[in-house]
């Protein structure tokens, strides 16, 4: 009888861009100061991919070629690859395809995965379906945004708070008895959150033309305050909710793993589900919101301080509305040998 296997993280990898544009440098674009970015959202710099021609794929591609080397995978014996992005390099073929393509991936079916800020969740929640029923025994998910092609670097709400990167994790099937691996996921969405963050051009409703590049509709645009509200809350119910149905406390877990889209969201979200900030992973100071990267780029940074059988909370909210949370138990060691 084949037996269920439950997935697991085997690696982390991740990359941003070299350049770096810093709160003062946005001082000199638009109406605006470090002081006010600082403080209403944590952020110092964030990334920018500056190089002519080159896209999202740029990043992810980048990232998965270390995940392959630092996990020792033979990119052949990857079964599928998800790409979580709202970035991609071009709106078909998918940018999953291009990377597999890129990284010797040739056994790999490959596709891109659309949920703004939680795609790289729902990728994940994706790679851990088709490792339990069988299907597939090694699945890269990527989450990877150029977010500085679509934002608007007039508008002050929202340029100081976007920045580049992608993130790359590889789901392998663990023995059920190993007790490690993703344990649960709830994966939540509702449309009425439509038209509070978005991209007002640029699909079949409005496509490309002369009037939509002069009304600057390409650019992604948020009404910030419903937002900010809306995350506050749909996090903290999906954590607590999530929590309870596996009997957690808050002193259970090792870290809570939240998307970085603003730090008063984390404070927030950490206090209402009495999670004390040391718990929380952050690195929004140095890469602002990234959108499917947040995930991965968070795992990467903290990956030398998690040990095997650490419990984690993942959890994120972003465009559809969509949002989730996951609960997970680190597989394997990570800190780097003496
Ligand atoms: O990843 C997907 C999910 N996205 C999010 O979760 C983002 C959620 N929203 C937010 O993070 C926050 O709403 C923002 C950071 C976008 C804005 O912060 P806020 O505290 O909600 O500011 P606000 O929009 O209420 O604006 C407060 C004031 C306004 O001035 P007045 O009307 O009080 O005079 C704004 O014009 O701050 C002004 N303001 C700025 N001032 C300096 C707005 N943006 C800026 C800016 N620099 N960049």
């Not at 790409?83 to 390099?89: F, S, V």
């Not at 439509?194 to 640029?202: E, I, M, P, R, T």
């Not at 650019?219 to 009997?247: P, R």
Request: neutral net charge; hydrophobic residues 45%; glycine residues 8%.
């Amino acid at each position: 009888m084949k037996r269920i296997k439950r997935a697991s993280i085997a690696g982390v990898a991740g990359y941003v861009p070299d350049y770096v544009l810093t709160n003062h440098a946005l001082e000199q674009m638009v109406d605006t100061n470090d002081a006010w970015i600082t403080t209403r959202t944590g952020i110092q710099e964030r990334r920018i991919l500056k190089e002519e021609g080159v896209g999202t794929s740029f990043m992810a591609i980048e990232a998965v070629k270390d995940l392959l080397q630092k996990t020792a995978t033979d990119p052949a014996a990857i079964d599928l690859l998800i790409c979580a992005t709202i970035t991609p390099d071009r709106i078909t073929p998918a940018t999953a395809n291009i990377i597999a393509h890129a990284v010797g991936a040739t056994r790999a079916f490959s596709y891109d995965l659309q949920a703004a800020c939680s795609g790289f969740l729902y990728g994940l929640d994706t790679a851990a379906q088709f490792i339990a029923s069988g299907r597939a025994k090694k699945v890269i998910v990527v989450g990877a945004d150029k977010m500085s092609s679509i934002t608007d670097y007039t508008d002050r709400a929202t340029c100081i708070l976007f920045g580049d990167g992608a993130g790359a994790v590889l789901v392998t099937a663990d023995e059920l008895d190993s007790g490690c691996g993703i344990i649960d996921t709830i994966c939540k969405a509702d449309g009425a959150g439509q038209n509070l963050l978005y991209q007002k051009a640029g699909g079949s409703k409005l496509p490309a033309s002369h009037a939509t590049v002069d009304d600057r509709a390409h650019y992604i645009q948020q009404d910030g305050q419903n937002v900010f509200k809306a995350a506050v809350t749909a996090m903290s119910e999906v954590v607590m909710e999530i929590m309870a149905g596996n009997q957690l406390t808050a002193s259970d877990i090792a870290y809570l793993v939240p998307h970085q889209a603003n730090r008063r969201i984390l404070k927030l979200v950490a206090e209402r589900v009495a999670m004390p900030m040391e718990k929380v992973m952050l690195n929004i100071n140095k890469y602002g919101n990234t959108t499917a990267a947040t995930i991965p780029l968070c795992l990467w940074d903290y990956e030398q301080k998690l040990k095997k059988g650490d419990k984690l909370i993942v959890t994120v909210f972003g465009g559809g509305f969509t949002w989730g949370a996951m609960y997970m138990i680190w597989g394997y060691n990570s800190c780097k040998p003496m």
